[in-house]
């Protein structure tokens, strides 16, 4: 029904910065409203943890980790959800993955679910 795409990732020393970007597009459906875009993270051998979210009011929450350093942003016009990360520690390394809750029209039915990325490669590392 939905496709999200990340990019953005990449390597970057410790104290750099990176912006990821998910946009996300109908496949089988048409995308009637997007309600709560986030980001999470997972590292080898440890448990995927949620990084921020917002909601469509623009209401934002962080991870303990990133709070003062990751900012969360959405362009609502281009159905697309972006975050800025500053000060990146190794630490920071991982999977990036976009997910989104998202109520499409399938066969003229409205359905609501939950989608997820492919993932983002983030490596920090000097």
């Known amino acids: 029904q939905v496709q999200l795409v990340e990019s953005g990732g990449g390597l970057v020393q410790p104290g750099g910065s990176l912006r990821l970007s998910c946009a996300a597009s109908?496949?089988?459906?048409?995308?009637?409203?997007?309600?709560?875009m986030g980001w999470y993270r997972q590292a080898p051998g440890k448990a995927r943890e949620l990084v921020a979210g917002?909601?469509?009011?623009?209401?934002?929450n962080y991870g303990d980790s990133v709070k003062g350093r990751f900012t969360i942003s959405r362009d609502n016009g281009k159905n697309t959800v972006y975050l800025q990360m500053n000060s990146l520690k190794p630490e920071d390394t991982g999977v990036y993955y976009c997910?989104?809750?998202?109520?499409?029209?399938?066969?003229?039915?409205?359905?609501?679910?939950?989608?997820w990325g492919q993932g983002t490669q983030v490596i920090v590392s000097s």
């Open positions: 109908g496949t089988s459906g048409i995308i009637i409203s997007i309600n709560t």
């Open positions: 917002i909601i469509s009011g623009d209401s934002t």
């Open positions: 997910n989104a809750d998202i109520v499409t029209v399938v066969a003229g039915n409205s359905v609501r679910r939950s989608f």
